[in-house]
């Protein structure tokens, strides 16, 4: 039997969301006054957005440890006054970063621009082809030094740490049996708006992925097309170091290409690098 007066669980719960939601709000509303009115007191900050100082505090407290905004010595112009100085706070660059800058449509207008300069149709679709081959050449050079300097049978591991080092949140994985090879899945793709207009962005990127590992290399799904996750199938190739022979009989041409993880999508053999951000429907 319940106690008179007190509240079900799921009220408890419900409250305890609110609160959550409600100081995430209010957190973002500090965030975003120091964005449009740049490094402000606590009591800037109450004053504009009808709160407490304390409150302001409170939110300013867990904004400096998710390193969003920090704390400094507000400047002084003239002669400085008797007592401490006043404390401001400035948003960081990982705060800055937080804020829709725009980078999306800034790149999707340059390739546009690219695009039609070059006449558009066939010939706009290659300049953004080699526009992107020439941006992901200089941008794999980590990546070639990390698979370079990784014995065969881990050259996948080695690209997808490099992969996490710039933001793609990449792992490596077994393929599903009974295909022999690896999963290179990539969590996040910086690019994923702007190439869901210019698949060329992924095929470039395939393309690379290739040549770092010395065989052809299938993409089964994409970020930009709407897939969970950015996954690419690397076949084993049966002359790195540990792997076993395989004896199946007459050859049969290449096998299927495993699911890719995270997705239900199917892909036919035939798909290759050239196709790797037109992803069948």
């Known amino acids: 039997m319940k106690n008179v007066g007190e509240a079900p669980q799921e009220e408890l719960a419900a409250g305890t969301r609110f609160e959550q939601k409600w100081d995430h709000s209010t ?71 937080a804020f829709d800058q725009s980078y999306d449509t800034l790149a999707a207008d340059a390739l546009r621009w690219i695009e039609r300069t070059a006449g558009g149709g066939a010939a706009g679709d290659a300049a953004v082809a080699a526009f992107a081959r020439d941006r ?19 050259r996948t591991e080695a690209l997808a740490k490099a992969l996490s080092a710039d933001g793609y949140a990449a792992t490596a994985r077994s393929a599903p049996a009974p295909q022999r090879g690896e999963q290179l899945c990539q969590h996040h793709c910086p690019v994923a708006h702007v190439a869901e207009q210019y698949p060329q962005l992924c095929e470039a990127e395939t393309e690379v992925f290739s040549r770092l590992l010395g065989t052809h290399v299938q993409r089964l799904a994409t970020i930009a097309h709407g897939d969970g996750v950015c996954t690419t199938f690397i076949p084993r ?45």
């Open 237 to 281: 190739n049966d002359s790195t170091p540990g792997a076993t022979a395989r004896h199946d009989g007459p050859a049969r041409g290449p096998a299927p290409a495993p699911p890719a993880h995270g997705t239900t999508q199917t892909t036919t053999p035939t798909a290759s690098a050239s196709t790797a951000g037109r992803n069948p429907a």
């Open 27 to 97: 957190r973002d509303r500090v965030a975003r006054s120091i964005l449009d009115h740049g490094p402000s007191t606590v009591a800037d900050l109450a004053a504009r957005l009808g709160l407490t100082q304390a409150a302001v505090r409170r939110h300013l407290d867990t904004l400096v440890s998710d390193r969003v905004v920090e704390a400094r010595e507000k400047r002084v112009y003239g002669a400085r006054t008797r007592g401490r100085p006043a404390k401001v706070f400035a948003l960081t660059d990982c705060g800055r970063d």
């Open 136 to 154: 992901m050449e200089t941008q794999a050079e980590p990546y070639r030094r990390a698979v370079d300097a990784a014995a065969p049978e881990e």
